[in-house]
């Protein structure tokens, strides 16, 4: 039994600017794309389609989603760095030493040193060094390769990751990162 992938139809001229955007991200400026509409019109499916087509341009394809039930704190954004963890042979191989406090409260497996070893309540969380620990992150990755960051069913995300993507549409112009949001 061979299984095919089900051609992409329709939305050409929508993927044609999203395709661009690939492009762009390449070249260092990095870029957000959000796409929205009612439930089973293709967001999913047009990500999908983007996120093989960055693949083949060697980008490193994070994804992230968010649920209707439950989102827990910064979820899409951990489940997005989560999802190339093993390429990258282990976050500690690229959290900075000044990083490592910080996000040891989003990665527990970081907190190797006596100080951070112990699970923090989300509360505790100071958003200013959180927030610029996560884009010392990315800028690292970015450095590697062009990042795509993905994150799904953007409608349900908790309020800490929606500040951090805020911050990082911010910063996006000198990053080469590529936002998805659907």
Request: net charge negative; hydrophobic share 45%; aromatic share 8%.
């Amino acid at each position: 039994l061979l299984l095919q992938h089900p051609r992409f139809l329709g939305r050409s001229e929508e993927m044609a600017q999203a395709r661009k955007l690939l492009k762009d991200v390449q070249a260092g400026k990095g870029c957000a794309l959000c796409i929205s509409g009612p439930a089973g019109i293709g967001k999913t499916r047009f990500l999908e389609e983007l996120k093989a087509d960055a693949k083949l341009c060697g980008m490193q394809v994070m994804y992230g989603a968010c649920f209707e039930d439950h989102t827990a704190p910064f979820q899409p954004i951990i489940e997005c760095i989560r999802s190339v963890e093993k390429q990258l042979g282990g976050l500690n191989a690229w959290v900075r030493d000044e990083d490592l406090k910080e996000l040891a409260k989003l990665f527990p497996e970081l907190g190797a040193k006596p100080e951070t070893s112990h699970k923090i309540p989300f509360q505790s969380i100071n958003q200013e060094d959180m927030f610029c620990a996560l884009l010392q992150l990315l800028k690292d990755l970015g450095h590697r390769t062009s990042l795509m960051l993905c994150i799904d069913d953007i409608q349900w995300v908790d309020q800490g990751a929606q500040e951090f993507i805020a911050f990082l549409c911010e910063r996006l112009d000198l990053l080469p990162i590529y936002l998805f949001l659907a």
